[in-house]
């Protein structure tokens, strides 16, 4: 009987030894390795306030939405007042006669103080009544209410094709001026 106790004295004595071993082993080694967590100042590039991720801008003309943009990434400078875009798609609404327009681009700037959009990459521009006109990089002016480049632009409506090196467009008479002499073309069926 008193070797049956003294094997078992034994056997707890030898599991406390154990447990106490392997949990200073776990203490020492999750202490020599401290989480590695960057700041959000240190994920963030140094020029960036703000990132977000599906951001939504608009603007306000006498009560009513004139445009609305939505893009899919956002850095946002305060000191330099302007919004760094990627995947964008601007909404400038119809009034009644005239239909809404809608552009889409890779990227951009949005300057909140003057209002204006430079839209850069694959710019694509149509209107609800099935116009639409295509570009590398084109700019929004808020105070004017018009889209501006000096690219070459292609413009479609129905079968017609026109194209010209530069435009002006009126966002809400919905009217383009070409700057250069224009190539038109009917495209087949």
């Known amino acids: 009987m008193a070797s049956n106790a003294y094997i078992r004295l034994l056997l707890s004595l030898l599991v406390t030894v ?3 071993g392997v949990s200073v082993l776990l203490y020492r080694n999750a202490s ?15 020029n960036v306030d703000i ?4 951001a939504r801008f608009s603007e306000m003309q006498d009560g009513v939405v004139a445009w609305e943009l939505v893009a899919e990434n956002v850095n946002y400078d305060k000191t330099g007042d302007k919004a760094y ?3 964008i798609r601007m909404i400038f609404k119809g009034d009644g006669a005239k239909g809404a327009i809608t552009v889409t681009a890779d990227s951009g700037e949005y300057s909140s103080t003057l209002k204006n959009v430079l839209l850069n990459g694959n710019v694509h521009v149509a209107s609800e009544d099935g116009a639409s006109f295509e570009t590398a990089s084109i ?20 079968r017609m094709k026109l194209t010209a090196t530069g435009m002006d467009f009126g966002v809400k008479k919905q009217l383009a001026h070409f700057h250069s002499a224009i190539v ?3 495209v087949p069926d």
């Open 18 to 20: 154990a447990i106490i």
């Open 32 to 46: 020599d390795k401290p989480a590695v967590r960057n700041t959000v100042n240190q994920q963030l590039p140094q």
């Open 51 to 54: 990132a977000l991720k599906k």
């Open 85 to 87: 875009l990627k995947s």
């Open 139 to 158: 700019i929004y002016t808020g105070a004017s209410g018009q889209l501006s480049t000096e690219d070459s632009v292609t413009f479609m409506q129905q």
């Open 184 to 186: 038109a073309s009917i």
